[in-house]
């Protein structure tokens, strides 16, 4: 009895608790609005009552997409690594008509990133691009613009990294040629035609565009068709801009520093031969400043297997260093000859002090055998060491009255020929490396 009524009690409080409930605004269940996945702009653009994995116009002519480019800034430019990277606006243009909207005020609509995911949009990628990217601070770099009529333009800013094949053989004194190109990966020309909006004009710079090492000479527009054997012909557009580097920066760092210790080698040419203290470090300071010149130069190059135009310079320079060194070695090697044959020629002449010599003193006077000649006997009187300088060539003198030649000693000769070597270097030298660079610059330049 107890449990029916228990029963009869809680299906009517269960009956009375639904019939408030539903008379109650406030425990009325409302509809959930985020199970919605379409926004008003899919419905309007009918996202999900067409295929948008396809081109538009599929099994038709080739859908034609427009390109133009606004480029931001060239950020470096790398001899090493053989590239650029350069950021740009790349926008694209073409129609799809299963995009097309009715609008009374025939305004276009702009969405951001996350439309595209949903709709079909040009494979674009860049060749011969090491990498990429698409700038996403704050938000993705990406707008998308709808026209009523199904016309659509997509634009994007990203970042490339692409190769630049330079030619080093006249570097520092070189112009680089480089290109970005752009083509589409999947669809051949029989599916998407690439082509520049606007033709030359397509291409937009900033005015305030400018590298360390470069003068920018042109930026030009070109296209192309590209055939892979696998897959077909693609259209290929290319953005090709000419690069002319600047030479001040080198003439300080490089030509100048060797050039000068090219002439600082020659100082050593005005030296005494005997000062062998104060040329061979010069001669050997001058060579390893080259050699660090070079090293250094080399340090920031690739490893092309030709030569340069900074090489040639830095190379006939070290050469000049080296022939510097090599000329004191002559000069010093001859002078050591000379000084063993003299000093064999002066062994075999008896010693002459206090004598007179037949047919002699009647023509050289006392003062002419003190400043002419270059060897005598020291003698030592009241103490003190005299040195009475004599002739060695008296003997050879002798020989010359009596058989009627006249002719200079020897001795004379091989003084002559050290001190000339010397005396021609001063001007050889010189004369060389200024007929080297005027050469240099006349083909370079």
């Known amino acids: 009895m107890c449990t029916l009524f228990c029963n009869a009690r809680f299906g009517v409080v269960s009956m009375l608790s639904l019939a ?11 509809p959930d609005i985020t199970k919605n996945t379409m926004s008003n702009s899919e419905q309007l653009l009918s996202i999900n009552d067409h295929d948008f994995t396809m081109r538009p116009g599929f099994g038709g002519p080739a859908v034609p ?22 950021t740009l606006y790349i926008r694209h243009y073409w129609k799809d008509e299963r995009l097309s909207f009715h ?18 949009v040009p494979d674009m990628f860049f060749v011969h691009s090491k990498k990429s990217f698409t700038h996403d601070t704050t938000t993705d770099n990406v707008m998308l613009r709808v026209y009523p009529d199904g016309k659509v333009l997509y634009s ?36 998407l035609m690439l082509y520049w909006k606007k ?5 937009s710079t900033d005015e305030n565009i400018s590298l360390s090492q470069f003068l920018i000479q ?12 696998s897959t077909g012909w693609y259209n290929r557009l290319y953005i090709t801009f000419t690069l002319r580097r600047h030479i001040f920066f080198f003439l300080l760092q490089t030509y100048f520093p060797a050039t000068l210790m090219v002439m600082l080698s020659w100082v050593s040419f005005w030296i005494d031969r005997r000062a062998v203290p104060a040329r061979v470090p010069l001669g050997i300071t ?58 064999k020629l002066r062994e075999r002449l008896p010693c002459t002090c206090g004598m007179t010599h037949p047919g002699v003193m009647g023509s050289y006077s006392e003062e002419d055998v003190n400043n002419t000649g270059n ?8 103490g003190a060491m005299k040195q009475q300088r004599m002739m060695v060539h008296l003997d050879i003198e002798e020989n010359n009255q009596i058989t009627g030649h006249v002719g200079s000693s020897a001795y004379s000769s091989m003084w002559v020929d050290t001190h000339a070597i010397d005396k021609y270097s001063r001007v050889i030298f010189p004369g060389s490396y200024t007929l080297f660079n005027i050469i240099y610059w006349s083909c370079y330049l």
């Open 156 to 191: 994007q800013r990203v970042t490339v990294t692409s190769m630049c094949s330079m030619d080093l053989s006249r570097f520092p004194l070189d112009t680089q040629t480089c290109s970005l190109e752009i083509e589409s990966y999947a669809y051949t020309d029989d599916d």
């Open 375 to 382: 060897y005598g006997c020291m003698l030592e009187e009241n």
């Open 65 to 86: 997409v427009g390109v133009d480019v606004q480029v931001e800034s060239l950020d470096t430019i790398s001899e090493v690594d053989m590239d650029f990277t350069m």
């Open 286 to 343: 001058t060579v390893l400043t080259m050699s660090t010149i070079i090293t250094g130069v080399n340090a920031s190059m690739p490893r092309v297997s030709y030569i340069k135009a900074v090489d040639i310079y830095l190379w006939v320079s070290f050469v000049f260093v080296f022939l510097s060194v090599i000329e004191y070695a002559a000069v010093n090697y001859l002078s050591t000859v000379q000084e063993r044959k003299e000093k």
């Open 218 to 229: 042109e930026f030009q527009t070109t296209s192309k068709l590209a055939f892979y054997s």
């Open 103 to 120: 609008s009374t005020t025939n305004k276009s609509m702009t969405f951001d990133g996350r439309l595209v995911k949903k709709i079909w």
């Open 199 to 203: 033709g030359n004009n397509s291409l």
């Open 20 to 30: 408030w409930a539903g008379s109650s605004p406030i425990l009325r269940r409302i």
